[in-house]
């Protein structure tokens, strides 16, 4: 049986190059688009996965001590044959072995990822009773591979065996007896600030008051003092305030291979654990192998404490897994947030392509029918034309992904896909569609009602593909509110999320635009209305082109869809700037904030006066800030962030800054008699108005009540918060020493220069907003949106001059006639920028608003806190300047595109014009 539509298709060659060569112009134009788009297609997602590696390693960084990894184990008891305790000459060797079998269980996923290990142990806090109650102090032996940190002695020796060690190997000690005696060194800055010297004993005692006989052998400096080892104990290099509590200060007493062992009889069985901790090498760490590294670190802590006996158990902790799990959160945000605004671009240049496929079928609509009434068979014509455009496509994907790669480390091809694939079709299944239309055979209706259905069935076809397009952005955005950017089960992968919510704001611009334009022809013709009873020919004469050619709704789509995407990029860059804003306003506090040092705290006063006397300083107050403070709330014990100020001068700062007032506070400053009132904070719920809490004091006095009367202001990134007025606390029996500084106004950067100096951390506000715009994530993100809206810019203009240049023959053919009656050539461009002028209005003001109400909409649950380290997505931040320059580009693109037009149809013959059938 003969099937003819199933032979392969004819092709005639000379055609296929005649047609190339006559519309070059056209296809190099949509060529260099698809080629630029791809660029950016294809490098966006290697670079989000590049981005995603920095990413992972930066928040490990920034992590700091919670990333480690840390294990412990009791030491095994010493107790002799008979009776007392046996003293262990070779203690550090256990020490030894203990950190050796730790990095043996570890593995070797995590070991190739930690750095060496360093173990360490640690005495019970103790108290300094030399009459300064509030400083504690710490006993604490380092042992690295190389033997631990590297020390100067500047007086005296190292740590040695204590004299009751005597020569011999078996040492015991008793049970009950006079304190054990046990050397230790000090750093210069403690032993400066305890008044020691080798061969003076420090004042200690413990919880139960019991003496302890420690004695200074020697006066040693670091080395190196940035060396990672001293982070496990700080107060052995420097005072450490706040470290036992509100208003205390410890110092710490370093053990050497000899001293060890008597820390170990100077104190009970169990107050001394050994703990090896591993740090991780940020540079060692990838995107790729952050899940199992998580999986692995869960896996340890599962089975830590499993042993065959009690001493030999090892207890794992860390939170290495959980940083993980906010890197790939973040990674998870950020890569869909990029997909966000990559959909866009693509769903933009799809539409273009479109415009330009229609230009080329307008330009090819006589050769098309002309090839039909030869005999050309409709899939002979598909196939020619897909070929010509194949070709371009191709060409053009692949010059783009060639440039791709040498920007990008790699290259995503299916991102590229939908793009090549619109580009290769859209212009064959035009033509054919034109070509099938001119040579339709099928006669059209005489009568009146059959007439009607037809029209009606074409606007029900055209109503059901609107509503296609309405239900499927509805669709979008419905997921999008639901199941979030990033739902649950997301790829380990940080190539985007979840298709349809990722498509949500494009999908909501090209529904809005197509609601908008179905609109245009009741404005166009309302327009031409007023214009007829005016006396005005030249507005009758653009309104009436106008409403003639408002039912072309493709290249206008494009050029509306475009505009609107560009405002919500454009948004997405002002929300994620001003939240990186506002999140280091909460984090400083001020325009900068002073942290002393614990040894210079008593000097706070003195510095803040000294910065208050500068040039440009607007407010200074000074507050004791103390991390987790122990504070209980009913019957929980809870670790907020105490901040103890003067309630009224904290109020006056709040209101020169950019951070919220808290009226609050005002309860504050005159409390009534009993309870210290206080304002509370909490993330989750423990602490709440209106309970009461309790201060407790160090030294055994009286825990100070509190009223929690209001809520605290976020002061930091510190979840939980306390503040309390200065005298209040001072007048319930509880002295403070100030260690925060807070600073603002225009001359505070000068005024806080020489800080750093007096012994005061310099924490400049605009230094951590930089830093954070600096971020691997934060600054790709901001990058693309800033890009992507130029890239939707351009291709907005492009699809005004590709539409302008499909309906110019006929605009110019109505214009040039008009002009044998008299038209002035200037007349004749104010009627082709009417006819222009709707559509590019319709953009220029719509397409803004749209872009804004996309975004109001969609930001929620892009997540951007994430990335702008906030508790609370930022608000939404409409740059209004740049979306009023977004439509003054618009509206100068026509003042642009008319006066081409009338130069490139300047030397056109009259007779061409008034030719019949033209």
Do not use: C
């Amino acid at each position: 049986m003969n099937r003819p539509w199933l032979r392969p298709p004819t092709l005639h060659w000379p055609s296929i190059r005649g047609r190339a060569r006559a519309d070059a112009g056209p296809l190099l134009l949509a060529a260099a688009v698809v080629a630029a788009v791809a660029l950016l297609a294809g490098a966006v997602p290697p670079l989000v996965r590049a981005t995603a590696d920095d990413a992972v390693r930066d928040t490990v960084r920034r992590a700091g001590d919670n990333a480690d990894v840390r294990v412990h184990a009791r030491f095994e008891r010493d107790d002799g044959p008979t009776g007392g305790r046996l003293r262990a000459p070779l203690l550090a060797d256990e020490v030894d072995d203990f950190r050796d079998r730790a990095s043996f269980e570890l593995g070797a996923g995590l070991h190739a990822v930690l750095q060496p290990p360093v173990a360490f142990v640690t005495s019970p806090v103790l108290s300094v009773t030399d009459g300064s109650v509030l400083r504690t102090f710490q006993l604490a032996y380092l042992a690295t591979d190389g033997g631990g940190p590297a020390v100067t002695w500047v007086a005296g020796t190292a740590p040695g065996p204590a004299a009751a060690a005597g020569t011999g190997r078996l040492v015991v000690a008793p049970y009950v007896g006079p304190p054990w005696p046990v050397q230790i060194g000090l750093s210069e800055t403690d032993a400066a600030a305890l008044g020691l010297s080798p061969g003076d004993t420090v004042p200690l005692k413990d919880s139960h008051n019991q003496v302890k006989d420690v004695r200074v052998s020697g006066v040693f400096r670091p080395a190196d003092d940035a060396d990672p080892a001293w982070r496990l104990a700080p107060s052995v290099l420097r005072p450490v305030a706040g470290a036992d509590g509100v208003g205390t200060t410890r110092l710490g007493g370093l053990l050497s291979r000899d001293s060890l062992p008597d820390a170990r009889l100077a104190f009970e069985q169990d107050q001394l654990e050994r703990t090896v901790r591993f740090a991780p090498q940020p540079e060692a760490l990838t995107w790729s192998t952050a899940s199992t590294l998580a999986a692995n670190v869960v896996q340890l802590k599962a089975t830590s404490g499993a042993s065959n006996g009690p001493d030999e158990a090892l207890r794992w902790e860390s939170q290495l897994d959980a940083v993980l799990r906010d890197a790939r959160t973040q990674v998870n945000a950020a890569a869909a947030q990029a997909s966000v605004l990559l959909t866009g671009i693509v769903s933009a240049t799809v539409l273009v392509l479109l415009v330009a496929a229609g230009l080329l079928v307008h330009r090819r609509g006589p050769t098309l029918v002309a090839a039909r009434h030869r005999g050309a068979a409709l899939p002979d014509l598909g196939a020619e034309l897909f070929i010509e455009s194949a070709a371009a496509a191709l060409a053009a994907t692949a010059i783009g992904l060639l440039l791709a790669r040498a920007v990008a480390p790699g290259v995503a091809v299916l991102s590229v896909l939908p793009l090549a694939a619109a580009a290769a079709t859209a212009a064959p299944a035009l033509g054919v569609l034109a070509a099938a239309r001119a040579t339709n055979d099928r006669r059209a209706p005489a009568n009146r009602s059959a007439r009607r259905w037809t029209l009606r069935t074409r606007q029900l076809r055209r109503a059901a593909l609107d509503v296609a397009v309405l239900v499927a952005a509805a669709g979008a955005l419905v997921a999008l509110h639901q199941r979030g950017i990033t739902p649950a089960g997301t790829a380990a992968v940080p190539d985007g999320g979840a298709g349809l919510p990722t498509s949500a704001p494009a999908l909501g611009a090209l529904a809005a635009a197509l609601l908008l334009l179905r609109l245009l022809p009741a404005g166009t013709h309302l327009a031409l209305r007023r214009a007829l009873r005016s006396r005005r020919p030249l507005a009758v004469f653009g309104a009436a082109r106008a409403a003639a050619t408002a039912t072309r709704v493709l290249a206008p789509l494009a050029l509306v869809t475009a505009t609107a995407l560009a405002s919500f990029a454009l948004t997405v860059d002002a929300t994620a700037g001003q939240g990186l804003t506002d999140g280091s306003w909460r984090t400083v506090g001020a325009d900068a904030r002073l942290d002393v040092a614990a040894a210079a705290a008593t000097s706070t006063p003195a510095l803040a006066a000294r910065v208050a006397a500068a040039p440009g300083i607007d407010q200074v107050v000074v507050a004791q800030v103390t991390d987790r403070a122990r504070v209980i709330a009913d019957t929980a014990v809870t670790a907020p962030r105490l901040v103890v100020v003067d309630a009224a001068a904290f109020q006056r700062l709040l209101a020169t800054t950019p951070l919220p007032d808290v009226p609050a506070l005002a309860r504050l400053a005159d409390p009534a008699p009993g309870d210290v009132p206080a304002l509370v904070l909490s993330g989750d719920g423990s602490l709440q108005p209106g309970m009461r809490l309790q201060l407790p004091q160090p030294g055994g006095a009286p825990a100070i009540r509190l009223t929690a009367v209001g809520a605290a202001p976020a002061i930091g990134d510190a979840t939980d918060v306390v503040v309390v007025d200065r005298a209040g606390l001072a007048a319930a029996g509880l002295p403070t020493v100030p260690n925060t500084v807070w600073v603002t106004g225009p001359g505070t950067a000068a005024a806080v220069a020489a800080a750093g100096d007096g012994g005061a951390n310099v924490v400049l506000r605009a230094d951590v907003e930089r830093a954070r715009r600096a971020a691997p994530l934060t600054a790709g993100l901001l990058r693309l949106a800033r890009t992507a809206a130029a890239t939707l810019l351009v291709l907005g203009l492009l699809g005004l001059a590709l539409g302008a240049a499909a309906g110019a023959p006929q605009r110019w053919q109505t214009i040039t006639r008009l002009r044998t009656l008299g038209l002035r050539p200037r007349d004749a461009r104010w009627i082709a920028a009417g006819e222009l002028l709707p559509a590019v209005l319709l953009a220029a003001v719509g397409g803004p608003l749209l872009g804004a109400l996309l975004a109001r909409l969609t930001l929620g649950p892009l997540q951007l806190r994430l990335l702008t380290r906030q508790t609370v997505d930022p608000a939404v931040a409409l740059p209004w300047g740049w979306l009023a320059l977004l439509g003054g580009v618009l509206l100068a693109a026509v003042a642009v595109v008319v006066p081409v037009e009338a130069a490139l149809r300047r030397r056109r013959q009259l007779g061409e014009v008034l030719r019949a059938g033209e």
